[in-house]
């Protein structure tokens, strides 16, 4: 089994996969989360700072949360994360609808046309031109 300093707390722990967090800390998170939402559904206007101020949550936290879809906010909420491939504001998730699109035909292409392979040969023969120059 791995055992692994909690990034939490810093306890060891044994590591099941997943964050490397302890179970305590697993399950204050958790806690957190749950907290975090119900204040967002009474305070549909927060704004990220506002919540994580008032919940003690770091900002960092709040985004990952809302780029695994967890939390997600209404049309007049203020909070927004930037689409990872063009910076267009979002709800959730981590792209926006036409980068997502888009990214479907793309894994689609992806899919359909058979994956170049390398030659291998070439990649050796620079490895040992970088060994000569060296
Ligand atoms: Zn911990
Ligand atoms: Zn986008």
């Not at 089994?1 to 305590?24: I, S, W």
């Not at 990214?103 to 899919?111: C, E, G, K």
Request: hydrophobic letters at 30%.
């Amino acid at each position: 089994m791995e055992v692994k300093n909690c990034k939490g707390c810093g306890r060891l722990f044994n590591y099941l996969g997943g964050p490397p967090l302890c179970p305590a800390c697993v399950a204050n998170l958790e806690n957190k989360f749950i907290e975090v939402k119900t204040y967002i559904r009474e305070n549909p206007s927060a704004t990220i700072q506002q919540i994580s101020e008032d919940n003690d949550v770091s900002t960092k936290q709040l985004k990952q949360w809302i780029r695994e879809e967890r939390l997600s906010f209404t049309d007049d909420s203020p909070i927004g994360i930037e689409c990872e491939n063009c910076g267009a504001m979002i709800k959730t998730g981590r792209f926006c609808d036409a980068c997502k699109a888009q990214l479907q035909n793309h894994i689609q292409s992806a899919i359909d046309k058979p994956k170049k392979v390398e030659p291998k040969k070439q990649t050796r023969d620079k490895e040992r031109m970088r060994f000569l120059e060296s």
